[in-house]
């Protein structure tokens, strides 16, 4: 879940009991370009390559 610096506490509840596994906070666009990249690099390392038989 991505939300501006104003997010309050219900928000993160509300987002997290509908199966949000993270909550970020983005203040600017290089805060957004920063965690998505993190996001992606957490996402492509816990994958498995596929293999064809």
């Known amino acids: 879940m991505l939300d501006g610096p104003a997010a309050g506490v219900a928000s993160v509840v509300t987002a997290m009991t509908a199966g949000a596994i993270d909550y970020l906070t983005i203040a600017d666009d290089d805060s ?7 996001a992606l690099a957490e996402c492509h390392g816990a994958t498995r390559p596929t293999t064809r038989d």
């Open 32 to 38: 957004l370009r920063s965690k998505l990249a993190n």
